[in-house]
């Protein structure tokens, strides 16, 4: 359970205005579209609309299609979409500009970089993953372990101190998300990145809850292949494409089974026989939805101007603060710690359990703290450092106290599940 607070400072208000005040990314919160009335928690699920997305889609629509029409995938850019944005997250995760490529869904890119790892580690059989691990990147793998036939499979460990030592001689490639989608903890991608090779094995990381939120340096820790979505701390919105990366030192010999005509070398020659692209574009498949990839260009870029440095140091003060904020202000009202207690071990969220989880969030919710629930009975709430501020950890701590201590979350209607969580 959550202990009290030890330390002799009270933290208030008064004091979290302070650092919102001091804060060098305070004014790219106006870059947002956020309700006044509602205090954001869950970036780690959808970001929020930057105004520019607004315009954008309005340009998309009106004069590159409207008036542009088809004339608009050569004069408007739109074909070199999937490229730009690449290497624009490229910049974000340490890989080079070739290297990244924004295309399909997270879902679809583990797909293809499964089936490109597993072709090229021909005599060995197992993908490698943890139990913990996001539900589709387990899925995705046992659907590329079933079509490669009865000897192949889907080895699952219990716990990130097994992950070593299951790296054996018949893993084919290790399937790791950077940092945990319910407790936020985040692995040692160069580790595990030399362990696995160590042992001849390639690695693949989701880095959904990663990109635009901790450092993370592909090339530098020599990883393989990596996937992650637009959607969460990237702020490209909820029909935003996803990202895929592949080492330059692989590419030419990464066979990726989905492959449409956008991964041709020559789409525009319509030959019927495929040709792989050279380097990262053969990831890609069918045609780029043009107006999904120029409204997350507005998310991405906010990214950049803010720089990473700068938003995982504000991203470990908000949540180091929310901690100590819960055990000074909530201590015995139920709520267990999930997850890292060390912030450079921590992602950009903070998650605690409750038997009443669900009812407890949409409680939240319905105060306008919007977080969000996984199961079993976690309560997620996501920092984009971007746009989240210190006084919102003040005030979600102090909604979610008195939602404890007067169980309101107790009504009935408070355990009604949403399709959505
Ligand atoms: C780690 C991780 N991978 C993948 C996804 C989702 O993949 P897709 O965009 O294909 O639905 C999520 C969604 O939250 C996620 O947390």
Redesign the pocket.
């Known amino acids: 359970m959550l202990s009290a607070r030890t330390s002799a400072t009270r933290l208030d208000l008064a004091a979290l205005a302070a650092l919102d005040a001091a804060d060098p990314l305070a004014p790219l919160r106006g870059a947002f579209h956020l309700p006044d009335d509602v205090v954001y928690l869950d970036g780690n ?1 959808l970001g929020a609309l930057p105004k520019r997305a607004e315009q954008i889609a309005s340009r998309v629509l009106r004069q590159e299609w409207g008036d542009g029409l088809v004339r608009s995938w050569n004069d408007a850019g739109w074909h070199r979409l999937p490229w730009r944005l690449g290497a624009k997250i490229a910049r974000l995760v340490g890989a080079g500009e070739d290297e990244v490529i924004v295309t399909d ?4 890119n583990l797909y293809k970089v499964l089936q490109a790892a597993l072709s090229l580690r021909p005599g060995r059989r197992s993908i490698v993953s943890e139990r913990e691990n ?1 539900p ?2 387990l899925y995705i793998a046992e659907g590329a372990a079933r079509v490669r036939g009865e000897r192949h499979r889907l080895r699952l460990v219990d716990s990130p101190a097994h992950i070593e030592g299951a790296i054996d001689e018949d893993c084919a490639v290790l399937l790791l ?1 950077h940092v945990n ?1 319910r407790d936020g903890n985040m692995l040692d991608m160069a580790a595990l990145t030399e362990r696995a090779h160590r042992k001849g094995a390639l690695v693949a990381w ?1 880095l ?2 990663s990109a635009g939120a901790v450092p993370v340096e592909l090339v530098a820790c020599e990883a393989d292949f990596a996937v992650g ?1 637009c ?2 701390y990237l702020n490209g919105g909820p029909v935003a494409p ?1 990202f895929v990366f592949a080492a330059r030192r692989l590419q030419e010999r990464s066979e990726q089974p989905l492959s449409g005509w956008w991964g041709h070398a020559t789409p525009f020659d319509f030959s019927p026989t495929f040709r792989a692209a050279d380097g990262i574009a053969r990831f890609l498949c069918g045609t780029p939805p043009v107006l999904s990839m120029a409204v997350a260009e507005a998310g991405i870029d906010l990214v950049l101007e803010a720089t990473i440095p700068r938003l995982r140091a504000k991203s470990i003060q908000l949540t180091e603060l929310f901690i100590e904020l819960l055990a000074q202000e909530c201590a015995g009202l139920g709520l267990e710690p999930v997850g890292p207690r060390d912030p450079q071990r921590r992602g950009s969220q903070v998650s605690v359990r409750h038997p009443g989880g669900y009812a407890i969030m949409r409680a939240l919710i319905d105060r306008g703290v919007i977080g969000d629930y996984r199961e079993p009975g976690i309560l997620r709430f996501g920092f984009a450092p971007l746009y989240s501020r210190y006084i919102d950890a003040w005030n979600a701590v102090a909604v979610l106290k008195d939602v404890l201590q007067t169980r309101a979350w107790e009504q009935p209607h408070y355990r009604e599940r949403h399709a959505v969580t």
Do not use: N, R
């Open positions: 699920s869904s997270t879902s679809a996001f589709t990147d998300t989608y989701d959904s809850h979505c959607y969460k996803a």
